[in-house]
């Protein structure tokens, strides 16, 4: 099983921009699809960004043309690239495996907060 920390969060202003990273530790990570969750309060976890292991990406509308997912499978890193943040973007962002059956359990996430 993988185990993953992600890190690069923090406070910012409604338009700026942040990079998280993932790093995973684990021979078998290039072979899953990697991908960014984020949980705000209240709301269920939701995916926003995936990546296979070819570097074919996929997201969500609400972030479509602001973020953007990367790996590099030489590092066992995954990134998001975040540019134009929203206050709607804040919450607590995860990195995990995607699929029916997760590969990693759950790590501490990183605290995006974007103020108004």
């Known amino acids: 099983q993988l185990q993953l920390v992600e890190s690069g969060g923090g406070l910012v202003q409604a338009g700026w921009s942040l990079r998280l990273s993932c790093a995973a530790s684990g021979s078998t990570f290039s072979f899953y699809v990697m991908g960014w969750y984020r949980q705000a309060p209240g709301k269920q976890r939701e995916l926003v960004a995936a990546i296979t292991s070819g570097g074919s990406t996929n997201y969500a509308d609400s972030v479509k043309g602001r973020f953007t997912i990367s790996r590099d499978n030489a590092k066992n890193t995954v990134y998001l690239q975040m540019n134009s943040l929203k206050p709607e973007d804040t919450a607590v962002y995860y990195c995990?495996?995607?699929?029916?059956?997760?590969?990693?359990?759950w790590g501490q996430g990183t605290q995006v907060t974007v103020s108004s």
């Open positions: 995990n495996t995607v699929g029916a059956t997760l590969k990693a359990s």
